[in-house]
């Protein structure tokens, strides 16, 4: 059973900043692209981040220069660093781990965390 945790999510003012993390209780963490999703009522889940095991990192551009993408091999975590806050980046969000090799039947998803930022 592969289960991925998040935890972090809360509330915060615009301007400030919050720290998600994710706990995958998986075999070969390495083989897993993570990435944060984040979904809002009435829209697609869209991609936050992402990161590989060798560090190569990707963003939204509504993000870009605000979050950082990182993981623990060691704790088998990711994280996303979150700051300058803003009201439209209120959504669930959501840990995600991709298999390298087979991704459509390993790909996994958290529970989902609430961020709300208030203006």
């Known amino acids: 059973q592969v289960q991925l945790v998040e935890s972090g999510g809360g509330l915060v003012q615009a301007g400030g900043s919050l720290r998600l993390s994710c706990a995958a209780s998986?075999?070969?963490?390495?083989?897993?692209?993570m990435g944060w999703y984040r979904q809002t009522p009435g829209k697609q889940r869209e991609l936050v981040a992402s990161?590989?095991?060798?560090?190569?990192?990707t963003y939204a551009d509504s993000v870009k220069g605000r979050f950082t993408i990182s993981r623990d091999k060691a704790k088998n975590t990711v994280s996303l660093q979150m700051n300058s806050l803003r009201p439209e980046d209120t959504a669930v969000y959501y840990c995600?781990?991709?298999?390298?090799?087979?991704?459509?039947?390993?790909?996994?998803w958290g529970q989902g965390t609430q961020v709300t930022v208030s203006s």
């Open positions: 995600n781990a991709e298999h390298i090799f087979l991704p459509q039947q390993y790909t996994y």
């Open positions: 990161v590989t095991s060798g560090g190569s990192t």
């Open positions: 998986v075999r070969a963490f390495s083989n897993y692209r």
